[in-house]
């Protein structure tokens, strides 16, 4: 078994009326039971939308410092993630095409390194 994180950038969801939205969320929520009930599910949540929410811990100078904010600014950022506990790459395939089905938009795929 391999773990692996399905994810999206933010900047991938487009602009859609709040109804779509709303019409999407029992869709990604069948989807992540579908999971949990096949026994691959380890975590899924959606990010805060405001990038301005986030904070940064950076050690780098020898100081630790945090920075309210995005470590860096950048019109793209993670939006969501799942991570699952696949068998293979194809089950990882089918649980990745299965999200972008529900959420409408599209999802990538890393397996975590061994």
Known sequence: MSKYLIYFNQAWVGEH?????????????????????AGVHVFAGGLEEDPLEAFSADATSGTLRFTDGPYVRHPQFLGGFTVIDAADE?????WAG???EACGWPQEVRRFKP
């Open 90 to 94: 194809q089950t990882a395939r089918h």
């Open 98 to 100: 299965k999200l972008a």
């Open 17 to 37: 009326s709040d109804a779509w939205f709303a019409a999407r969320v029992p869709l990604a929520r069948a989807v992540v039971g579908e999971m949990k009930t």
